[in-house]
């Protein structure tokens, strides 16, 4: 009995021990802390594997499910860490990782974000926040600032004021594209007379109670996948997302836009939210949106820019107006984990309106009590850190200049490599680049000459084939994991038919254009593979076969 | 101009600077951060100003909305945070800080935050987390096996299946409970003949296909304040979270639960969810999760538990069985940076069925593509940071017993706590523990006896003052900054009414039965301020008022 009470006395030590005792210098974990402080370039650089393990492979390391009986040692767990995690994870900040939107941090991300971890603030009330919240309404002020333009005298009187905020501080533009569309439906069916708002009384209602058949949502088909999920989570069905056709640019159609508008006006379906886009996701490309803020307001319905990707094109003086018109948007989502250059987790709706999100306003008795300034009253999530800190720092260290240059720099490079594809004989440039983000395929220039020759049905099956060459292309470059770019499928003009393509996103500063350049190469030699020259050598055979005769061997074997 | 050039060099290679050249060791960022890598406690308590100062006057460090135009130095903005931010944040981790749910963190998450930071994952898609994704299946699914207790064959089956996920790691509660509802409705009205189900066709035409009026989600008075957001949020208004009464207890009261769900049925409207807590926020109290469940199975509804708080219960073979029943719910949400001790951001929630997150399963183009194991196409958010990884240590380092012996810890502080409020003269027990979180009031036994006596109108009376005596309590102690207690009100049992009332959560091992004692030593001090005096004298004088004639003064008078 002693005994029993002697281990529990040891386990309770022990257990102090992991609160109270940090990790000394030279245990592993001190070691990896150190090194990552010193050099995460370095870091990273050593201890991501490059060679990709399947996985399949990977997933045999995170198989068991029983939760350990028993405490483990820290620096056991560190080499378990090493080894099984951080070896087999992405280099997101390598500057050859160009496929997606994640690239290097600056280097002070990462001490703040430590400040910030050991704050552990909690968002939601000040009671677990204090000058933190203040520090978050004044970082949605200075983008509402830079969105809508307000002057001082409005920002002195909205940024504080307990019973409302600019914006919202959310985990991702996903939640700020959810949580505009949420306020815009509950503005539509605000409280009036006996009716007590959507917000209590609920969509069947709400419908009944204005006379309409039906909600919809319009946006054009680049739009982010996030407003699918947004009108099947507010009731309104994916039915009512209302997809418009892009022009060769891909940016919306304003002449289909009108119509679908007249159409819902013909079906009596109300029009909720129209969308632009500041920065399509999959090309970068910019909606007109002074012109979508015309049709909006015609036909009465929410203006909402998802500018989760270009946003911060706005620090620009050479290209801000490319957003022309987003100050006249009501709501505006804007990511600052992307061009903010802020770790993973951090997104924001500005709304035009500063009592907009009164339409979401909540209470509860033991915090958000009426009166107090906790943002948790106006947000969709509760229990939220401390991120808006990392904002603010990014603003503030980098400043409007310096993120300008970022935004100037992206979209040069992006020009540049658009001009290296076109140059290049073995690629086609399938999206011209507005913003930093265009798309490509490995698509020959003979092959590309009879493409437009061809009939619908050969050109049909030529494009499959080449659809399959370039996903093996970026499997393998992926697989290669020296360099890396993304693919999706997109519905291309010229071509009427939607074709796999490579994406290419453009915001990393340390991407050079000899980077660019050695993409391309190692895509060259990629097509080399057995598999793929196999699929080269059926296009080759097709290509002979449009137009009259055999023409000589275009692709695979010019190379 | 070319001077221009060589100012836009510079510019450009400071800019370079920022992303590839760390803060020296000796810079004040660098200081910082070995100083929390040192001993973060320290580091809080010397940086953290206990001293209140006002939320108006903090405000004025964050007043300006411009975003500056030239970049600051590090150091400068450093100097900033330390002096304005840290300074003026809460002190979250402070033993005697019992008010809220955010206790100290285990000393291993800091350097470990780091790491996740540094490697900057994207949890979206396994291009952007490789390891990161099994690891994340690996989570959530031992957090399943927590609850349900599923075989190996089971797990092995289910775990990195790429059509399904076990359950969706969220940023928190709240979006984990908005995700078990979404599933919950969708899955109600699932694609059946010619009806395309609900994600689909909306809420309107579902409602129809079932023949049904409603909607409605069931929860007692203590739910939390996130269902309400997410009757809003997915159509179904606010009018149909239905809010049971509870026993004096604080457990939802089956009989009246009972009798709702036949009005319900009455009024032809569809149960879509009953909602159980597994401690509730206020009080700590569960459910009778086995009984809710035999009802929701009669009633044919999804069976959802709300273990935010409450779900790490299950780690303690002493405690486990206060929970019995949990494992038959459809869907349980479990916080991991509440009682796994995660920082901030980072909760989950996990299906009995392993299809059932099919119910809101999306793809795109460009990721999320059919086959891919992207979690991505079960979550609500977007892109996600690697957070699953602390949860994954927290689970690893500290083991089964580990939390157990954290669990077990609370529950026996909080017992202790509720003993040293019954046996002081000036405090009534408002809540009996039955986890770790516990109400109580500044009420005098000599009152509380004339509250017995008292008529209905003097105990109104007599509670009002006493509300406002609590209400002033609890902000002077949070402005005295030595401890903090947080308040609520509840509508008690024995009162029929609602009362202001204090709430303590003893999550943090550090908080010592001396720190308990002296909370109750501070607030004693704290009611002697002539503000909360004059109060107390009009409860004096009440009280001498009840019964026939005067009493002792037993109040104010008696300390």
């Not at 996903?174 to 505009?180: H, Y």
């Not at 119509?259 to 490309?285: K, M």
């Not at 086609?428 to 020759?453: F, G, M, W």
């Amino acid at each position: 009995m002693p005994k029993h009470r002697d281990v529990a006395r040891a386990n309770l030590e022990n257990l102090y021990r992991i609160f109270t005792v940090p990790e000394a210098p030279d245990s592993t974990l001190g070691e990896i802390d150190e090194a990552i402080s010193r050099d995460v370039a370095g870091f990273l650089q050593t201890h991501i594997v490059a060679l990709e393990r399947s996985l399949e492979d990977i997933e045999a390391d995170f198989f068991n499910t029983a939760i350990p009986e028993e405490p483990t040692f820290v620096s056991e767990y560190t080499e378990f860490v090493k080894e099984n995690l951080v070896a087999q994870s992405v280099h997101t900040a390598a500057p050859g990782f160009i496929g997606h939107m994640t690239s290097a941090l600056p280097y002070f991300m990462l001490p703040l974000s430590r400040i910030m971890t050991a704050l552990n603030q909690n968002l939601v009330k000040v009671e677990t926040s204090k000058a933190f919240t203040p520090m978050e309404r004044q970082v949605l002020a200075m983008l509402h600032r830079l969105v809508y333009r307000g002057g001082d005298t409005f920002y002195a009187r909205w940024i504080h004021d307990s019973r409302h905020a600019l914006g919202a501080f959310c985990s991702g533009g996903t939640i700020a594209n959810v949580t505009a569309l949420w306020v815009a439906r509950n503005r539509l069916f605000a409280p009036a007379g006996d009716f007590r708002g959507i917000a209590q009384e609920g969509l069947v209602r709400s419908l009944k109670h204005l006379g309409c058949d039906g909600l919809a949502v319009l946006v054009s088909r680049r739009g982010h996948y996030s407003l699918g999920k947004a009108a099947d989570l507010l009731g309104l069905g994916r039915d009512n997302l209302v997809l418009i056709d892009t022009d060769d640019d891909n940016r919306i159609d304003l002449k289909l836009l009108r119509a679908e508008f007249l159409r819902l006006q013909e079906e009596n379906i109300r029009p909720l939210a129209l969308v632009g886009i500041a920065g399509t996701t999959e090309t970068g490309n910019v909606d007109p949106l002074a012109a979508m803020a015309d049709l909006a307001a015609e036909f009465g319905c929410h203006f909402h820019v998802d500018a989760a990707w270009g946003g911060p094109t706005l620090f620009s003086d050479r290209h801000r107006s490319l957003l022309s018109g987003i100050e006249r948007a009501d709501s505006v989502t804007i990511d600052a984990h992307k061009q903010l250059y802020v770790p993973m987790g951090a997104g924001m709706v500005v709304f035009k309106d500063p009592t907009a999100l009164s339409a979401i306003e909540h209470h509860a008795a033991y915090i958000l009590r009426h009166g107090s300034k906790d943002l948790g009253s106006h947000t969709l999530e509760g229990s939220r850190p401390g991120k808006a800190m990392l904002v603010h720092a990014g603003l503030s260290i980098i400043g409007r200049k310096g993120y300008e240059l970022l935004i100037d720099l992206g979209i040069a490079r992006a020009k540049t490599f658009a001009a290296m594809i076109r140059q290049h004989p073995d690629f086609e440039l399938t999206s011209v680049p507005e913003l930093n983000i265009l798309t490509y395929r490995y698509c020959p220039q003979a092959v590309q000459q009879k493409l437009v020759l061809a009939t619908s049905l050969q050109r049909t099956h030529l494009n499959a084939l080449l659809d399959q060459v370039n996903l093996l292309l970026q499997k393998e470059e992926r697989e290669a994991g020296k360099t890396f770019v993304s693919r999706t499928r997109l519905r291309l003009a010229p071509y009427g038919q939607e074709l796999t393509v490579l994406r290419v996103v453009l915001a990393n500063p340390l991407t050079t254009d000899e980077i660019l350049a050695s993409v391309l190469e190692e895509q060259c030699r990629i097509v080399q593979h057995p598999e793929i020259r196999e699929l080269m050598l059926q296009v080759d055979a097709l290509c002979a076969e449009i137009e009259d005769g055999p023409t000589a061997p275009a692709c695979a074997g010019a190379r």
